[in-house]
């Protein structure tokens, strides 16, 4: 069955430092989403990109963060200038569509940043 | 408010009980409502949809009342296997999905 992969599967960094975080989507997906979860707290929506532009936004995804999908596999999360509280589960999603209201999101494992 | 609210218990429960979550929402204007499962530090995965007439999986009952802004989750003969977080989900017309804080489930035999 197919599924979306992440690497790594857990970052450490010094704050401060630069950090991408990578995923590839289901093959056939077009619509590709980035959450958080920071521990012990909810999942947190981030951006979401479609078409090699970005779609929508959440007030977290400040000018530190970007995305960017490099190449036809591959859709990263840049965050250029880490901070403590950046320490959080990241969770990439992608989906085939977004017509049809129980469209599946199909979620990575995530990866585990640190940031120290 | 909190977009989507649950009680976190954690809900502890014997072996083949019964157990219901129940979740708001308070955005009238969401779309669809899902039901996700999380293991400790996994990604979350879909358990099931949420449709306005209710449905049912197997041991799991989802039901929506858009009214009152109220969706539940209900599961029956409870396995080991269930415990997890249930997490509460919402989506609106932008397609992003919003999540509850997520309700733990304890399993014991």
Request: proline share 4%; aromatic share 12%; glycine share 6%.
């Amino acid at each position: 069955e197919p599924e979306v992969t992440q690497t790594p599967s857990h970052q450490v960094t010094q704050m401060g430092q630069e950090v991408i975080l990578r995923c590839v989507p289901i093959s056939n997906h077009l619509y590709f989403y980035w959450y958080r979860q920071i521990l012990g707290q909810k999942v947190e929506f981030l951006v979401s990109f479609y078409n090699n532009e970005i779609s929508e936004k959440s007030e977290i995804f400040d000018d530190q963060f970007s995305v960017e999908r490099p190449d036809g596999s591959n859709f990263t999360l840049k965050i250029r200038s880490t901070k403590l509280e950046d320490s959080a589960m990241y969770f990439c999603a992608s989906t085939r569509t977004d017509r049809g209201l129980y469209n599946e999101q199909f979620f990575g494992p995530g990866t585990r940043l640190t940031v120290l | 408010r909190k977009e989507v609210e649950q009680d976190p218990g954690p809900f502890n429960v014997p072996e083949g009980a019964t157990v219901a979550f129940n979740c708001t929402y308070s955005n009238s204007a969401s779309q669809s409502f899902f039901w996700y499962r999380q293991d400790c530090r996994k990604e979350p995965k879909l358990l099931m949809s949420v449709y306005s007439s209710g449905n049912e999986d197997g041991r799991f009952t989802a039901q929506l009342n858009r009214a009152s802004q109220y969706i539940s989750l209900l599961i029956r003969d409870s396995k080991l296997s269930d415990s997890a977080t249930y997490l509460c989900v919402v989506r609106d017309s932008s397609y992003k999905l919003i999540f509850g804080s997520g309700t733990r489930l304890l399993v014991r035999p």
